[in-house]
């Protein structure tokens, strides 16, 4: 009887956590913290403009000096979960000769405060680091 109730209790939480989706508020910004290092980066690429997928994997590979690279599956799979946490968006604005194909994607005004607060902690990390090291 014990485990039917924790089954049912555990079903209704999943259930409802699958169902709903997160709805950012105000006080989220840490709630996202800290990202995982490809998600940074790909909110650090986005905070200078809009790119698609493959402009994204670019600019991810020439800002690290070609040390993370990303595979395309990969990427869109990142890209989905931070759009479903409200971080980013697609954009339907796009440069004129462009293949209409494509997917542009950028910050939302959320994800840009969660960008720039993970920032912030990292940079008070490094700035911790002894200079001896």
Do not use: C, W
Not at 7 to 20: C, D, F, G, P, Q
Not at 65 to 72: A, E, H, K, S, T
Not at 114 to 121: C, I, K, P, T, W
């Amino acid at each position: 009887m014990k485990s039917d109730r924790y089954n049912m209790r555990y079903l209704r939480i999943r259930t409802s956590r699958s169902m709903v989706s997160h709805v950012p508020h105000e006080n989220d910004v840490h709630d996202q913290l800290p990202l995982k290092p490809v998600e940074f980066v790909v909110l650090a690429v986005l905070a200078d403009g809009h790119r698609h997928g493959y402009g994204i994997v670019q600019e991810m590979e020439q800002r690290t000096g070609g040390v993370m690279r990303i595979r395309p599956g990969d990427l869109y799979r990142v890209l989905y979960r931070l759009s479903e946490r409200g971080v980013l968006k697609t954009v339907e604005r796009r440069p004129a000769a462009d293949d209409e194909r494509r997917t542009y994607y950028g910050l939302t005004a959320f994800g840009k405060r969660v960008l720039r607060a993970e920032a912030d902690m990292l940079s008070g990390i490094i700035a911790q680091v002894p200079s001896s090291t």
